[in-house]
């Protein structure tokens, strides 16, 4: 089995001088950071830009890591870590979840427990390099105009066949300021919720699917299929459904999804039963 470990090799700098930020309300630069702020109902309440330069004011740190998952060599990073983050946009304290929304409707969310866990960092700099030049990834996309990288992943969650993945995220135009409930909290279940099984599927499901399929307004949209449709597709056609996911060029060959070979028939039943607990109308 692929456990994603890389170590950090060296710790070269870190800069700790941060200025308070200076948001603008229109962007100045494509390489601007859009920060989207979400009010209660989970739409766009405020939209401000961060230009590159003050970003690197905030405290950065700069470490070498033996594998970018995205190019898959080694490289030095600079960036700042979330928690950082979390205090330069959040001095009072008013979002739980920061989201990164990419190019083609993938998304990621990173709540507090993730970040205490695995640090990831916003990278501004690739082998010191701006994002204008960094390198393409392996499938020879572009990785800016940000990315979400992690210095080193140990996974902390194995449940039968899956194996906790790092929330990387490349072509990152905007982040996102949201409460649990309107980010993670789209995918609780809705019956059944203490069902050991169903907790065990939702996991599963958040740790692997929602950076592309969606609840409501939460999730990614780099599929068009919402995880309602998912759970229908795995009610009527289970057989179809398990092969589509551990192995998707099988049934589709230019399938975009990548495959879970490890999922076995436990991991599928609990999927399914957090699934279907999930479809129950409301
Ligand atoms: C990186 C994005 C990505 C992730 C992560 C992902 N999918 Fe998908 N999925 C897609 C895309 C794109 C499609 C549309 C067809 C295609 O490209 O295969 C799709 C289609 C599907 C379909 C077929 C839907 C239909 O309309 O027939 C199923 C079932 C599915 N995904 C299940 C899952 C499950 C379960 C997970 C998590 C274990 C998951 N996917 C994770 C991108 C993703």
Redesign the pocket.
């Known amino acids: 089995m692929l456990t994603r470990t890389f170590v950090v090799i060296a710790f070269l700098a870190c800069n700790s001088n941060a200025e308070s930020l200076q948001p603008s309300p229109t962007s100045q630069n494509s390489q601007d950071l859009q920060v989207i702020t979400l009010d209660s109902q989970g739409n766009p309440a405020m939209r401000v830009y961060y230009s590159y330069d003050q970003l690197l004011t905030l405290p950065t740190v700069t470490l070498k890591t033996e594998r970018d998952l995205n190019t898959n060599t080694p490289a030095t990073y600079t960036g700042i870590y979330f928690s950082d983050l979390f205090a330069a946009f959040g001095h009072d304290a008013s979002f739980e979840v920061i989201g990164a929304n990419c190019i083609g409707g ?1 998304k990621q969310y990173y709540d507090r427990d993730y970040v205490t866990r695995h640090r990831p960092i916003l990278l501004l700099k690739f082998d010191d390099k701006p994002p204008a030049d960094w390198p393409k990834s392996e499938q020879g996309n572009v990785l800016g105009p940000y990315c979400v990288v992690h210095e080193s992943f140990s996974p902390t969650e194995t449940i039968y066949g ?1 194996v906790e993945e790092p929330r990387n995220a490349p072509r990152v135009t905007s982040l996102e300021l949201t409460s649990f409930n309107q980010s993670l909290g789209h995918f609780a279940a809705k019956e059944s919720a203490n069902d050991p099984e169903v907790v065990k599927g939702q996991k ?2 958040i740790g ?6 969606n609840a409501g307004k939460a999730g ?1 949209h ?4 919402s995880l309602r ?2 759970g229908a ?2 009610a009527t056609s289970k057989e ?2 398990r092969k ?2 551990i192995d ?2 099988s ?2 060959p ?5 495959p ?1 070979p490890t ?1 076995d028939d436990d991991t599928f039943n609990a ?1 399914e039963a957090y ?1 279907k607990a999930m479809m129950v109308i409301q």
Do not use: E, N
């Open positions: 993938y899956y599963i499901v692997s699917c929602i950076s592309c399929h990614g780099t599929a068009d299929a449709l998912l597709k795995a179809i459904f589509k996911v998707p060029r049934t589709s230019f399938s975009r999804m990548p879970h999922f999927l699934l």
